[in-house]
């Protein structure tokens, strides 16, 4: 497919005013560069942002930006072996970070690790998608050897440690509170939320290949891959013959060899479900607890489940035919609905606690997010379905530029420009460019995917 290439320059040049500089070099991008409105913290460089500029770049060549953020979040990451609950945990990546001058006039960099942030959220992504961006740095310049520093082996440790470090719960997802990733606000994804564990296994993937080879980590790690695929793959999964199973479901179960294991009660399962999930594709639901099944669909957590190797082969492919299927809800007329469907009336009153930036069909709470392109891109053409992501594509093309690249649309099918939408948002930006990248060029597919499935082992 030809995409626009006067678009595509326009979108680089965009891309390359965002760009942050420390001591001359580099370093990131800011969240957005939109001149119009208060930048409250869209000044800062986000990690989970750049994630997606780092992808832009890479496939464009651009590599010294993305070692020079790598190297420079590494140094911010969090070293302190105190027990202070005032400070970050051992490991912790910060949110994000901004240059700044301090009084002798000398450039600073000052990170955010959610002490700072709205609401006081702990990024609990940011440390996957730093090892997701060395991971693709790896892939595109072949080179290993910053990986395997001292330095680098020691950060790729320090977050599996906060990850694999025994809690309350003995389940082999991680329990994160509300607001721990991309959606950073209350918006009932606390607990065992799809986006962290879709994360988490590909974060996992990437640090067996990114440790040195025969060291001691790398077994602790197989064996929890194992465990989390096998928990996502049939706990998680939805499609119209486990609906039927949930529907007929027995309750207050005891023991070992239990059907409903989370003791689910039929009557929570909420009407539109019935009447929107086709006959035809499936996906993996948004959370699962005690009692509780969250069967909102989450884009981010579904795509990347396919390009990790999370999902089944056979899982994978439906995932795409529901895509296909619920084309209306979920890309609509601005690729792609973050959540499906929005949280209403009393719904969004007790879970968002009246955030009326998540109000119905905007923001977080159902509204579409156009960065998200870029896994679509990588989903689609990992399963042979690029002609689905060439049509999304194809929507964003013909509506970003006018619109100034915004951060976020909002109704029911994305058709208004968000409320709050900031302008020239970068991963709007980067995430545009390298869902064209991932669609023109196969071989960039290599940056991001995972293929060799790992063994799939049960908790039991
Ligand atoms: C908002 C989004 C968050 C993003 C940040 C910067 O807080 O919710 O996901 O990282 O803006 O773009």
Not at 47 to 64: C, P, T
Not at 113 to 140: H, K, N, Q
Not at 445 to 460: A, G, N, R, T, Y
């Amino acid at each position: 497919m030809v995409f626009s290439s006067s678009l595509r320059k326009e979108a680089r040049q965009a891309l390359e005013k965002a760009i942050i500089y420390y001591h001359g070099v580099p370093v990131g991008t800011v969240a957005a560069s939109d001149s119009q409105t208060d930048p409250v913290n869209y000044n800062h460089c986000f990690v989970r942002d750049f994630a997606v500029s780092a992808m832009a770049f890479l496939m464009n060549g651009e590599v010294e930006i993305v070692r020079n953020f790598l190297v420079e979040t590494l140094k911010l990451q969090s070293c302190d072996r105190e027990m202070d609950c005032f400070k970050p945990g051992q490991g912790l990546m910060p949110a994000s970070f901004i240059i700044e001058n301090n009084a002798a006039g000398e450039e600073i960099i000052k990170a955010d690790f959610g002490e700072l942030a709205i609401a006081r959220v702990t990024p609990v992504d940011s440390g996957f998608w730093w090892l997701l961006i060395l991971r693709a740095y790896v892939r595109a310049t072949g080179d290993l050897s910053l990986a395997r520093t001292a330095e680098f082996q020691k950060g790729i440790k320090l977050i599996i440690d906060l990850c694999l470090t025994n809690r309350f719960d003995m389940f082999p997802t991680l329990l994160v509170p509300d607001g721990s990733f991309m959606i950073d606000r209350r918006m009932g994804v606390h607990g065992y939320p799809l986006d962290i564990q879709a994360q988490f296994y590909a974060s996992l993937r990437a640090a067996t290949e990114l440790i040195e080879p025969g060291d001691d980590y790398i077994q602790i790690i197989e064996e929890r891959l194992g465990h989390l695929a096998y928990h996502i793959r049939n706990y998680y999964w939805l499609d119209y013959q486990r609906l039927n199973e949930i529907y007929r479901y027995k309750v207050e179960e005891f023991g070992k060899t239990v059907t409903n294991k989370f003791n689910v009660y039929p009557e929570s399962i909420p009407e539109w479900l019935n009447v929107w999930l086709p006959d035809k594709g499936g996906y993996f639901i948004g959370n699962i607890g005690a009692g509780w099944m969250d069967f909102r669909f989450f884009s981010q957590g579904n795509l990347i489940a396919i390009i990790s190797d999370l999902a089944s082969e056979e899982q994978s492919l439906q995932i795409m035919n529901l895509i296909e299927q619920k084309w209306e809800n979920l890309i609509g007329q601005m690729p792609l609905k973050v959540c499906f469907p929005a949280l209403e009336g009393r719904d969004w009153h007790i879970i968002t606690g009246c955030d009326a930036k998540n109000m119905s069909w905007s923001y977080h709470n159902g509204g579409n997010w156009p960065f998200l392109l870029w896994l679509l891109a990588a989903a689609a053409q990992k399963m042979g379905r690029k002609e689905l992501a060439e049509r999304a594509v194809s929507i964003a093309e013909s509506r970003l530029h006018g619109d100034k690249y915004p951060e976020y649309y909002d109704g029911l099918n994305g058709r208004l420009i968000g409320k709050e939408a900031r302008s020239l948002q970068t991963w709007t930006i980067a995430g545009f460019l390298a869902a064209q990248d991932l669609l023109n060029n196969k071989n960039n597919l290599d940056l991001i995917c995972f293929d060799e499935e790992p063994v799939v082992m049960s908790c039991s």
